[in-house]
T-cell receptor, first 115, second 112 residues
Framework: AQSVTQLDSQVPVFEEAPVELRCNYS??????LFWYVQYPNQGLQLLLKYLSGSTLVESINGFEAEFNKSQTSFHLRKPSVHISDTAEYFC?????????????FGKGTLLTVNP | NAGVTQTPKFQVLKTGQSMTLQCAQD?????MSWYRQDPGMGLRLIHYSVGAGITDQGEVPNGYNVSRSTTEDFPLRLLSAAPSQTSVYFCASRRRDSYEQYFGPGTRLTVT
């Protein structure tokens, strides 16, 4: 079984400041890792994913996350946030390979960007 | 494509009532799932399906039933609603060969 720990439930920052949302996972097998974003009153959208290859993955809106196998982490970062980045962010893990179909989510981190 | 649609958006039930939350997708995805989202708990998997006629239990299945008679539809039934089932429910789907799940807009359910 896999588990995900998001270390901060809320992260308030000022606009244009850098931000890091922390995610650690636990698994006895190889995993795929994901970050989902949920804007207010909406469903979840995939922000970025790590399946294989380069351990640094990027999204189209300036977020990046780095897979660190030794530290079992997949932290999400952005060098300069905007008001529009205010949302809840969920880290998720699934077992890699095969006909796997289950995602395990963390409890979420609410990012609030203040002017 | 409409993507993943869910109805209703909001629902209030009394304890003991039954109802069905509807979910449909028009992307011909094989896999569909139901999650519930509670404050501070993240999303928890209720039931999932890997194809028409095949369903299985997730992490929190008690009090819920599902069926999958077509690829497009995956309804979630509450047999006898309880206040503990007050939550936001999300349906999701994905292709068998992809790990990207597409989520519906959610149904906010209140059981009094």
């Amino acid at each position: 079984a896999q588990s995900v720990t998001q270390l901060d439930s809320q992260v308030p920052v000022f606009e244009e400041a850098p931000v890091e949302l922390r995610c650690n996972y636990s698994s006895s097998v190889s995993v795929y890792l994901f970050w989902y974003v949920q804007y207010p009153n909406q469903g979840l959208q995939l922000l970025l994913k790590y399946l294989s290859g380069s351990t640094l993955v990027e999204s189209i809106n300036g977020f990046e996350a780095e897979f660190n196998k030794s530290q079992t982490s997949f932290h999400l970062r952005k060098p300069s946030v905007h008001i529009s980045d205010t949302a809840e962010y969920f880290c998720a893990v699934s077992r890699s390979g095969g006909s796997n179909y289950k995602l395990t989510f963390g409890k979420g981190t609410l990012l609030t960007v203040n002017p | 494509n409409a993507g993943v649609t869910q109805t209703p958006k909001f629902q209030v039930l009394k304890t003991g009532q039954s109802m069905t939350l509807q979910c449909a997708q028009d992307m011909n995805h094989e896999y569909m799932s139901w999650y519930r989202q509670d404050p501070g708990m993240g999303l928890r998997l209720i039931h999932y399906s890997v194809g028409a006629g095949i369903t299985d239990q997730g992490e929190v299945p008690n009090g819920y039933n599902v069926s999958r008679s077509t690829t497009e539809d995956f309804p979630l039934r509450l047999l006898s609603a309880a206040p503990s089932q007050t939550s936001v429910y999300f349906c999701a789907s994905r292709r068998r060969d992809s790990y990207e799940q597409y989520f519906g807009p959610g149904t906010r359910l209140t059981v009094t």
